[in-house]
């Protein structure tokens, strides 16, 4: 059952827009937006500041990353039969639907111009589709895993019209040209599934079960590492997402299957490597992929 997202007053969106931003290094009440994926059912659940669920929605099928757009609505591929991309609103209700004609699809990205991003396994390649479903152009990803469940997660237009994706079953980031020609990779990051360009030209990457979020170089040096070890309580499993934040931190997802009910399903951290935000409600769900702080 779809559950009506509230409406907040202007009252309390005068109230949070006003509200000073925290400094890097102090918590603050986040409202998220997740998927939870495994032993529990696969569905969208939004939580306020203090933990309450105030949304909850069902997609098609299988779904494991979403964007959240300016306006409020999600974007997310869905990966049963049919499979594709959708939009919907708030209320759960679709405004953009595109079925796709490959075997699966989960990774996907609204793009500045309004078409979409479509990352298709099988064959494995980026799609940019219109607001009407017409496929722009077509961008070949490489990848040397034939079964199509893990060829490609999700997929990032860079500002040089280059794609950026995560190849899972690899465990590789790629950058390819639009003729699909590979300029840049970086290999050795397990079950990857994230890879993010930041403004300083290096590559933001999540290394699944590696249990580590890495920053690397274009010569491919890290810069900067989070692993399991620098935060045991965290039970760090399987690095599932990352979010930049506006405080300069890192809002990430940790994917703890086979690890249910231990740890945290999420957790914030400064570029000290500072845990100063952590959340788990075992009783609410059992493992989550992709989550966002909404606001950001």
């Keep these: 059952m779809n559950i009506p997202r509230p409406i907040l007053s202007f009252l309390a ?25 495994g032993k529990g059912p696969n569905r969208f659940i939004e939580l306020d500041g203090d933990g309450k669920v105030v949304w909850e929605f069902k997609p098609p099928s299988t779904t494991v990353i979403f964007q959240v757009l300016p306006n ?3 974007v997310f591929g869905y990966g049963g039969k049919p499979t594709g991309v959708r939009e919907i609103t708030s209320r759960g209700e679709t405004v953009f639907d595109y079925v796709s004609k490959s075997q699966q ?10 078409n979409t991003l479509v990352a298709e396994q099988e064959p494995c390649q980026a799609l940019e589709v219109n607001p009407k479903g017409g496929i722009v152009h077509v961008t070949p990803l490489t990848t040397h895993v034939e079964g199509y469940h893990l060829q490609v997660r ?4 860079l500002a040089n019209g280059n794609i ?32 993010q360009r930041l403004a300083n030209g290096n590559t933001l ?3 699944g079960t590696q249990k580590r979020l890495i920053e ?13 070890e620098d935060a045991p309580e965290l039970n760090i499993t399987w690095v599932s997402s990352v979010q930049q934040l506006k405080n300069g931190n890192y809002l990430v997802g940790n994917f703890i299957r086979g690890q249910e009910g231990k740890g945290a399903h999420a957790f914030e951290v400064t570029r000290a490597k500072k845990i100063v935000w952590k959340w788990a409600d075992h009783s609410l769900i059992k493992s989550l992929t992709t989550v966002r702080a909404l606001g950001e």
Excluded: M
């Design 13 to 37: 969106l005068a109230l949070f827009f006003s509200t000073v931003a925290p400094a890097a290094d102090t918590p603050a009440k986040r409202r998220l937006l997740f998927t939870e994926y």
């Design 72 to 74: 409020g609505n999600i």
């Design 105 to 114: 699809v989960f990774g996907c990205e609204r793009l500045a111009n309004g």
């Design 154 to 157: 999700n997929v990032h237009k």
């Design 164 to 195: 950026l994706a995560a190849h899972e079953g690899e465990g590789a980031v790629r950058e390819v040209n639009p003729q699909g020609k590979v300029v840049w990779e970086y290999t050795g990051v397990t079950n990857t599934g994230e890879a």
């Design 205 to 207: 990457i999540c290394c």
């Design 216 to 228: 690397v170089t274009p010569d491919k040096q890290i810069a900067w590492e989070l692993k399991a």
